[in-house]
């Protein structure tokens, strides 16, 4: 029996060690001056090395920033696509010959109708167009229509390139920690902390995407790179076959060590390095630099379209590859462009960021190109394939996003949030500790342990998570903690009933212990349910609210129930409880 | 220390069917109110919402003229804080600076302005409020674009891109971007007290079909709460109990949203976090009663289960008693130093306790005590039948 108890002891005991090993970072994080906290290195640097890295972060409500929902606008995308699409229709018409009547977009923007000179076009043109455009039906008479299959697609991929497009911007400007993600099936969350100009940040957000090919400069890259005689730390050369550059995992860092670098005639981009280990994991993110012409080419605008294929018959049968597609003036362009440049290297640019740079083989007159990929890895091909064509469909057909929600707190209301919050709780938990410690004796301060300690799992947990510290956070921490004290009070009830009824210390507790477990756990999984419900639905602060909740619940069953039997056997077994102060 | 003293042998099921009526009663005329009274707030109205600090003090009525002045005639100001704070809430319920009559006025002008290149369309997407768009036969050079705008006095935003090319296969087609409404808002006040002197804390800006989604979800959210723990207490105890915590959940979610009701404050995402609290809470309360209702049944068998449902209720009414003050002093803090949507999350959460505690005691044992005299009574009826049946 005493050896069970020991045993049971230790276990309470390295519980509580890890969740004050957990808690480490977090604690860390906040006794760092508020305006270096979120400086990485600086965090990285107070943190011991062997502390874990997950900690808890100020909310948005708390330390200031800029909360946003972007809508994008899927359906004007659409309505876009069809437009192009009987502008190809037309010119594809041209090219073959047949003579239209009108190849036009109807009033509704849903449908293309054509109508030739004679049936014997018409004729021609319904069966070959059907085989050439496989994502089109064609309705009763010559109505052409997206299949609705494709067009899910599209709509999906609108909101993607979006993403992707807001990803680069706010990575370009190294705001730290931003979430970004999709909400709903329109909507993109982004959240700034720290930044408090939402203006600035929805115009930045907001601007249509800018497509650009540019010519790679490689004699100048090698000649550029080499005159770099010292380079910062962070920031190494590398060489890709074709130009030398220099590369490092921040991108702030590098555009800086590349600034007035460039000769004339030339201006330094920035690209990514995919990176992946065996595992295929991708690992962090590699950038590098890229000499290009100042010129610009083409623009995304003269793009009509650009989707995945799969290669038919050959060696490389069934690898995918970028297909794309420009209109009339972009043909002869693109033609003139690649007639004069067989050999050289043409540099798809968005926004700046360089997304690929293959090389051109061969002139292409007719407008339809194909980008193969470098890697021999089917996934790997599928995956930068389908990168690409957002980057490609970016410039080619925006889906222009705006504001569906903005929530932005400046940086002095946090500071005073937080203390006025932080007050409150701890006012209301030393009442709550107070009232049970006076109200219950001995068991009340026992109680008051499992309180404490239930405090310090809520924690300990919501730092292992990497949860986000709300304002409505902080008052479910002390409402959870108020409401927990319930499974200690359904004990105490118990006991002093127990007693009443005439039973021994140690018979009260042990029969007060087990009476009362049914009623807490259907209590306690109750409010579960209501706190789950309250999870799925709760964005932001709300949600803060609902973790604290969940995990003070669980937590409980832990503090209230097994720790303080532990604590009442102990003190039985020290003899120094025979009789019993509830 | 005992507050409830042992032994108590309260009836608390005597005067049931006036408890009972009170609370139908009082569900029913909070859902009359809740349409016209409560007032909702961005979350889920849609609109925006300022608080400004000014570093001197400004009087509401001076600072509710300012604003109007501005063209906000239907913003409401409101001080928040002590006075000396001269901090306020204005809020509103437009999303963008751009009206009906506006956006006619623009087309006219530009339809005018831009007849040579054959201007098509000036479209408004009022959901959103921050973009026009525009389309066009002929392209239009950006200058052009510009002076017009100017010349029709489209409220254009200070920074950079004003206007945007989508121009795509040779379909003219530009988009103006329009100011945002809190940037108007704020340069306003900027204007008129100075930059250094006006502190704009915090933005709220919802979407009006954001609001209504939120809304919908919101209720939705509730309704699931509340449909999730019928069902346990259907799996775990008896069906009996289940219309009675029902009832007893309708009520509490009224009593709370009275709160709304009465007080006039902002409806908004913490308020649903309340009402799902609140529903945790009271069953919470109910299921420890019914915990004893079970434990009595099997030690006392043949008490009738008015005299069980009694007994339970007084056995567990010193622990109903003290859960509701540690709940309710954790909030004291709250409600001394919290303002704006947390002090009403801590009134409100105290309200909800209050109602919690006394559903779980008068309304879902006399439902369940009711229930189960229907049951029996037409039990004996149908067995009097069978018996009058036997004996024909």
């Known amino acids: 029996m005493e050896g069970r108890l020991y045993g049971r002891i230790g276990i309470v005991l390295v519980v509580i060690l890890t969740a004050v090993y957990f808690l480490v970072p977090t604690i860390v994080y906040f006794s760092l001056p508020a305006d270096q906290r979120n400086d990485k290195e600086t965090f990285e640097a107070a943190l011991p090395s062997w502390a874990p890295k997950k900690r808890m972060t100020l909310g948005l409500d708390l330390q200031g920033g800029v909360h946003l929902v972007m809508g994008v606008d899927v359906e004007k995308a659409v309505r876009d696509r069809i437009e192009r699409r009987a502008d190809e229709m037309r010119s594809w018409a041209d090219q073959q010959g047949l003579a239209y009547a009108s190849i036009q977009v109807d009033p509704s923007r849903e449908s293309v109708r054509t109508s030739f000179a004679n049936e014997q076009d018409a004729a021609a043109f319904r069966t070959a167009a059907e085989s050439y455009w496989g994502d089109m039906r064609r309705l009763g008479g010559d109505r052409w229509v997206f299949d609705p299959v494709y067009l899910e697609q599209f709509r999906e991929s609108a909101v993607d390139q979006a993403l992707r497009t807001i990803r680069d911007r706010i990575d370009k400007w190294g705001v730290t920690e931003p979430t970004i993600a999709k909400r709903g099936s329109d909507g993109i969350l982004v959240q700034l902390p720290g930044f408090t100009d939402p203006e600035r940040a929805k115009e930045l957000l907001g601007k249509t995407a800018q497509l650009e090919f540019r010519l790679t400069a490689e004699a100048e890259a090698n000649e550029a790179i080499a005159s770099i005689t010292t380079l910062p730390e962070g920031v190494t050369r590398g060489h890709d076959g074709f130009q030398a ?19 004339e005639g030339t201006k330094f981009f920035v690209g990514r390095i995919e990176q992946r280990d065996a595992t295929g994991l991708a690992a962090p993110v590699v950038y590098r630099s890229y000499l290009l012409r100042s010129k610009v080419e083409l623009t995304g605008d003269k793009l009509t379209d650009a989707r995945v294929a799969m290669e038919q018959g050959g060696l490389g049968s069934g690898r995918p590859y970028v297909a794309i597609s420009f209109d009339n003036e972009g043909t002869r362009l693109f033609g003139e462009l690649t007639g004069a440049n067989v050999g050289k290297r043409l540099a798809i640019v968005l926004d700046d960021t360089v997304s690929s740079a293959p090389t051109i083989n061969s002139k292409i007159p007719d407008g339809n190109a194909q980008i193969t990929l470098g890697t021999q890895n089917y996934n790997q091909a599928l995956e930068e394939a389908n ?14 996003v705006s504001i569906f929600e903005e929530r932005t707190v400046g940086a002095s209301l946090g500071p005073e949030l937080v203390r006025s919050g932080t007050t409150a709780a701890v006012i209301g938990l030393v009442l709550v500790m107070l009232f049970i410690g006076v109200y219950y004796k001995r068991q009340g301060l026992i109680a008051n342990i ?24 902080i008052a479910g921490f ?57 999870l799925q639905y709760g964005t932001g602060p709300v949600r803060g609210f609902a973790v604290t909740l969940s995990i003070g619940i669980i937590a409980s069953f832990f503090t209230a129930i097994y720790v303080t039997r532990l604590v009442n056997e102990f003190l039985l077994s020290r003899g120094s409880q025979q009789t019993i102060s509830v | 220390m005992e507050i409830i003293k042992p032994g108590t042998n309260f009836d608390f099921l005597a005067k049931r069917r006036t408890f009972v009526t009170v609370s139908i009663a009082t569900i029913l005329l909070v859902l009359v109110l809740i349409p016209v009274r409560v007032n909702l707030g961005v979350d889920f109205a849609g609109g925006t919402e300022i608080e400004v600090k000014f570093a001197q003090a400004v009087q509401a009525d ?27 809430l204005i809020r509103v319920g437009q999303v963008s600076v751009v009206g009906d009559e506006d956006l006619e006025r623009y087309r006219e002008t530009l339809a005018r302005e831009l007849e040579s290149y054959g201007f098509l369309a000036l479209d408004f997407d009022a959901g959103t409020g921050d973009l026009l768009d525009l389309r066009t036969e002929r392209e239009v050079p950006e200058a052009e674009l510009l002076r017009v705008a100017r010349a029709a006095g489209l409220p254009l935003t200070q920074r950079d891109e004003p206007v945007r ?7 003219p087609a530009y988009q103006f971007v329009i100011q945002g409404l809190s940037d108007n808002v704020s340069q306003a006040l900027h204007a008129e007290f100075g930059e250094e002197n006006v502190d704009v804390r915090r933005v709220e800006f919802v979407g009006p079909q954001v609001g209504k989604q939120l809304r919908n979800r919101g209720i939705m959210a509730v309704l699931l709460a509340m449909a999730g723990i019928v069902l346990y207490v259907l799996f775990r105890f008896d069906v009996r109990f289940a219309p009675g915590v029902l009832l007893g959940l309708l009520h509490d979610v009224a009593v709370v949203m009275g709160y709304w009701v009465v007080t006039g404050r902002e409806f908004n995402l913490t308020s649903i976090a309340v009402l799902l609290t609140v529903v945790g809470y009271s069953v919470n309360d109910t299921v420890v009663i019914f ?32 859960t509701g003050l540690t709940s309710i002093l954790a909030l004291v803090g709250l409600l001394i130093f919290a303002r704006g949507s947390l002090f009403d999350f801590a009134a409100a959460m105290i309200v909800g306790i209050v109602a919690g505690t006394y559903s779980s005691i008068y309304i879902t044992g006399p439902v369940a005590l009711w229930i189960d005299q229907r049951v029996q009574k037409r039990e004996a009826e149908r067995k009097l039948a069978e018996g009058k049946a036997a004996q024909a």
Do not use: C, H, W
């Open chain 1, 387 to 400: 990168d690409l064509v957002l980057v490609l469909r970016s410039g080619a057909l925006p889906a222009p």
């Open chain 2, 165 to 171: 090319n989508l121009t795509r296969a040779g379909q």
């Open chain 1, 450 to 473: 499992a309180l404490v300690l239930n405090g310090l799992f809520i924690l300990a947990a919501l730092s292992t998570v990497g949860a986000t510290l709300t304002l409505p956070g």
């Open chain 1, 478 to 534: 002390v409402l959870t903690l108020g409401m927990a004290v319930d499974a200690n009070v359904l004990i105490s009830e118990r006991i002093r009933e127990e007693i009443r009824a005439g039973r021994t210390a140690k018979a009260a507790i042990r029969e007060g212990y087990s009476k009362a477990f049914s009623a807490i756990f259907d209590a306690n999984v109750t409010t579960l349910v209501a706190a789950f419900v309250l």
């Open chain 2, 62 to 88: 001076a600072l509710r003229a300012k604003v109007a002045d501005a063209g906000f005639g239907d913003a409401s100001v409101q001080q928040i804080g002590a006075e000396e704070e001269n901090s306020f």
């Open chain 2, 291 to 322: 915990d004893r209702v079970r434990e009595v049944m099997t030690k006392r068998k043949g008490l009738s289960l008015y005299d069980t449902l009694n007994t339970a209720i007084n056995e567990t009414l010193s622990r109903t008693i003290i």
């Open chain 1, 245 to 263: 550059y220099l590369q490092s995992t921040d991108r702030q860092l590098l555009e800086k060590t590349l600034e007035g670098k460039a000769p």
